[in-house]
């Protein structure tokens, strides 16, 4: 949130002066500060009546372990801590002996990703419901909702009406299944979503101390069984305000974790004098990280458009309603404006940002996205040195910039000890979190089981099964059926050799399928399965495109350069199902600057196979930005990435985000786009899936299933927003989770693994760096 909670711990009296120099709107319900979006503004917290309780006993890095009281069997109660802007690195100052010795002691995550934006308010109602914020509705601390024609502002009385609330909490799923619980704050914990509110709920109250709230919290504990919460949230405004008041380098940020190392300390000291340290689980998350910002590093729009023409939200990033009717062409033209005029600063449709943002799908997001490089902020008038929109620290930026990055620690009953964890996504922590409390989730984007790890009791996941392949397309053995199916691709070139059927499918399955087929969302009826010998495809007989193409690079060689591709027919496939190389030439899809191109890259093979390369299955609608800017960069880093691990497999395909939900839609809607390019099919993206093994083996498929690696891309197809960008830069702003990959493409990877490996590898974050 915004702006950094002033403790005054002196006396009382010191207190009540401070209190009386500042206007009070606490915590995160915050009054304007266009610095800081309206996270909050600067609260006092006034010393209350202080019961002193004895200090945690340890038992290594571990609070020392009794046995639970028989009030305190079955389900054990979770609370969840939420510590606002708490950067991992925090940890590493010595000023939180408690924190790190709970996340030594219990589970922990390397880091933890917020959503996007990362931004208060969106990231906690994401932890509570698994949910991206499009899909919860609180896509930023402000916003506009164009049917309802309100403002959601934090500190405002609009902010706490239901309907911004699309989705439901985790608390609001409890009460409905029989549960009790209770919030000491939390974004949405006022609001009566769906008609409910926890058992227990304390309105925000900048003044009250941390020792108040936690005390709240363990009396809500020392309550009977009947009517004890089973699941509690606690938050506080810290180290959040004090880094956006001052930086995240300052003695105030430093004086702020060390109140709130006491904090969570009273709390753990608080569950021990009850003997109840082992029959509570304790969840401590941040919801973001903190980038330092100046007034140096300032983009100001006004000075490439006329600013008074639109509705705008200035900060970490920018999002840009033109005033007036809704107008396709006045986006257009403010898009033209401003693209380009700095090279810290990126402009989007909505619809154009990479997917893995998943920030288009709410008509509240506005249609035009201003995306900033860290620490530089986007502002619509001139600023001065000391301003406050450009001074101190600032959050809201790509959430996976490292200054954005959080904190995921466990501990109680039902965590492992001494645990770490990769670094994953705060939408994977809703499914943990019901696993806890024994209730059923709503549908959400986390993965049941990717937390498994950390749980010492989880509940079983199903195991998956290898499905059927693809039927296999065959060269027919009758000479004129065989001619036919040539011709009927309508290419220029002829076949320098005859096509014959592959026949060791088995040991190609090993090489280029070694973690099993894909399994297809329509159940692989309508694709063919074609053997090259140094790709497999799968050709979809509907789309008349492939859908995927799998192939295993060994590192000794890198791709030549293939500039032009003299296509020929495929035997393989039936007349009826044949593409058609003529459809490139159709005037509505030249105009379009639509390209017939290749999807496994011919520059792999060598001479003698070439052929193979170029048929007309391996062919499929690229846009001439896609070409000219990312495909042969792409390629040069698989090659660079293959020499490195000496083994190295590839899937490839187009992806459809036609409604820019990131999820795949149905056949209607991917056969309409023939609406705009007459008998073709073109994709929104393509998709990248690498894989490799961290040890050294002869064949990838030798490779412990612990030991697989992996990082995807949804490549920008058409259309292509073009920001004046290296082709390397837009890959590796492109990137995405395996999972994301398999919700757009309605394919399942990994389908021959055992569960939780392949659960691992399509949640890994991508985290490789691209060269």
């Known amino acids: 949130m915004t702006r950094g909670s002033q403790f005054i711990q002196v006396t009382y009296l010191v207190s009540l002066l401070a209190l009386a120099a500042v206007i009070l ?6 009054s304007d500060a266009y610095r800081h979006t309206n996270d909050e503004v600067e609260s006092v917290i006034l010393p209350a009546p202080r019961t002193v309780l004895p200090p945690i006993t340890w038992s290594g890095v571990c609070p020392r372990s009794v046995k639970c009281p ?16 708490f950067h991992p690195d925090y940890m590493k100052r010595g000023f939180t002996p408690t924190i790190n010795r709970i996340a030594q002691c219990g589970a922990k995550a390397d880091f933890l990703y917020p959503v996007f934006p990362s931004k208060t308010f969106p990231n906690h109602y994401s932890i509570v419901t698994g949910l991206n914020p499009p899909s919860h509705g609180i896509i930023d601390n402000n916003m506009y909702d164009p049917f309802k024609r309100k403002l959601f502002k934090v500190g405002s009385p609009d902010m706490n009406e239901p309907y911004w609330y699309q989705k439901d909490p985790i608390w609001v799923t409890a009460e409905q299944q029989g549960k009790r619980t209770a919030s000491f704050f939390w974004p949405g914990s006022e609001v009566k979503i769906s008609g409910i509110t926890p058992t227990y709920n304390k309105k925000y109250k900048s003044k009250l101390s941390f020792d108040t709230r936690v005390d709240q919290i363990l009396q809500w504990l020392d309550l009977p069984p009947a009517s004890r919460p089973s699941f509690l949230t606690l938050y506080v405004n810290q180290p959040d305000n004090a880094a956006h008041w001052y930086g995240t380098k300052s003695q105030q ?6 109140n709130v190392d006491n904090m969570i300390a009273r709390l753990f000291a608080g569950l021990q004098i009850r003997n109840i340290t082992d029959c509570v689980n304790v969840v401590i998350v941040s919801d973001h990280g903190m980038s330092d910002i100046d007034c140096k590093l300032v983009v100001d729009i006004k000075n490439y458009m006329n600013v008074s023409e639109i509705f705008s939200t200035m900060g970490p990033f920018g999002r840009l309603r033109p005033k007036g009717r809704r107008n396709p062409a006045a986006v257009v033209d403010i898009i033209s404006k401003l693209r380009c005029q700095s090279e810290h600063m990126r402009v989007y449709p909505k619809e154009q940002l990479p997917v893995r943002m998943h920030y288009a799908d709410n008509a509240r997001i506005e249609p035009i996205f201003l995306d900033m490089d860290s620490s530089w902020t986007v502002v619509s008038k001139g600023v001065k040195p000391g301003d406050e929109i450009c001074t101190g620290g600032a959050h809201g930026y790509d959430n996976l910039f490292p200054d954005m990055r959080g904190i995921f620690l466990a501990h109680g009953p039902s965590i492992k000890r001494n645990v770490s964890s990769r670094p994953f996504i705060n939408t994977e922590i809703y499914e943990f979190l019901t696993e806890l409390i024994d209730i059923r989730p709503n549908p959400n984007n986390g993965t049941r089981g990717s937390l498994h790890h950390i749980m010492r009791r989880p509940h079983a996941v199903e195991e998956q099964y290898e499905p059927d392949p693809p039927a296999i397309g065959e060269v027919p053995s009758d000479t004129q059926e065989y001619n036919f199916r040539l011709y009927a691709a309508e290419c220029s070139c002829r076949q320098s050799k005859k096509q014959t059927n592959i026949q060791d499918k088995a040991s190609k399955n090993n090489v280029h399928l070694p973690f099993g087929v894909p399994y297809s969302k329509d159940d692989n009826s309508t694709l063919r399965l074609l053997y090259n010998e140094d790709y497999l495809l799968a050709f979809d007989l ?9 192939f295993t690079l060994d590192g000794k060689r890198q791709a030549s350069k293939v500039e032009n591709i003299c296509w020929t027919g495929d035997a393989r496939i039936p007349i009826s199902d044949s593409a058609h190389c003529g459809d490139y030439n159709k005037p509505v899809v030249k105009k379009q600057n639509i390209l017939q191109r ?22 499929l609608p690229k846009s001439l930005n896609h070409t000219n800017v990312v495909e042969s960069k792409m390629i040069e880093v698989l090659g660079k990435w293959a020499a490195k691990e000496g083994q190295l497999n590839v899937m490839m395909g187009p992806a459809f985000d036609l409604l820019a939900t990131g999820i795949r839609p149905d056949i209607g809607k991917i056969m309409r786009t023939h609406e705009n390019y007459g008998p073709l099919v073109v994709p929104t993206h393509i998709f990248v899936v690498a894989t490799w093994c961290s040890e050294k083996v002869d064949q990838i498929k030798d490779c412990k299933p612990s030991k697989l690696e992996t990082q995807g891309f949804l490549l920008p197809n058409k259309p292509f927003t073009q920001n004046c960008e290296l082709g390397i830069d837009v890959i590796r702003r492109n990137v995405a989770r395996v999972v994301d990959i398999e919700n757009l493409t309605g394919l399942s990877f990994y389908r021959s693994l055992p569960i939780y490996e392949a659960i691992r590898l399509r949640t890994a974050m991508p985290s490789r760096s691209v060269p």
Not at 25 to 30: A, D, E, K, L, V
Not at 253 to 258: I, T
Not at 542 to 550: C, E, L, Q, V
Request: hydrophobic share 35%.
């Open 25 to 30: 709107i606490g915590g995160f319900f915050g």
């Open 70 to 85: 028989k009030s305190f069997q079955g389900t054990p109660p979770l609370i969840l801590v939420s510590l606002d802007g």
């Open 253 to 258: 940020v430093n004086q702020a974790l060390s």
């Open 542 to 550: 509907k789309y008349r495109i492939p859908m995927w193409t799998a």
């Open 598 to 619: 290749p999807l496994y890259p011919p520059g792999f093979s060598d001479e003698s196979l070439l052929d193979q390369a170029s048929y007309i299955t391996n062919s």
